[in-house]
């Protein structure tokens, strides 16, 4: 009965005491904070060297690669790409893994149209396989950002 009652009370006690300490909302209303301005500086510079960095590095698009073998066989892929890297040095090529099948990509065109002309070359060069132009996400790097360089 004594906790009751000591309960009760320090609940209707509690109430009264917070309200007679009370504040001022005037010591509140304001917060002076003092930054050093070489702090604007530094994050400006760090803005501009991000900015020079997205721009001038390859960026992933929506584009086209050539697939040229799509096999069970690992050696036959590796053979397959290391061909497709003599013949055509200034492609990149790229060896996918999807379980069970490695897929045998080259090219990063970001028209279907530029594919078609290396198309054509490969399927020269293996005329019984099956040489596809397959949609892929494509690194591209924009004309003129190759020549930027960051201080």
Not at 22 to 34: A, E, L, M
Not at 101 to 130: C, D, H, M
Not at 131 to 137: A, C, G, H, M, R
Request: hydrophobic content about 40%; aromatic content about 10%; cysteine-free.
């Amino acid at each position: 009965m004594k906790a009751i009652l000591f309960v009760v009370i320090t609940l209707i006690v509690s109430p009264l005491i917070a309200q007679s300490q009370g504040y001022s909302r005037d010591t509140f209303t304001s917060v002076i904070v003092n930054k050093d301005p070489r702090f604007d500086e530094m994050a400006a510079k760090q803005a501009e060297i991000n900015k020079k960095s997205v721009l001038s590095g390859p960026r992933r698009v929506s584009g086209f690669r050539i697939q040229a073998a799509n096999t069970q066989n690992r050696d036959e892929a590796n053979a397959v790409k290391a061909e497709l890297l003599r013949r055509f040095p200034d492609q990149k090529s790229y060896l996918l893994y999807q379980a069970p099948n490695f897929r045998v990509r080259i090219g990063n065109f970001v028209t279907q149209k530029e594919a078609f002309q290396l198309r054509k070359q490969i399927s020269a060069l293996y005329p019984q396989k099956g040489i596809y132009i397959v949609p892929d996400l494509v690194e591209y790097t924009p004309a003129g950002a190759e020549d930027s360089v960051l201080d």
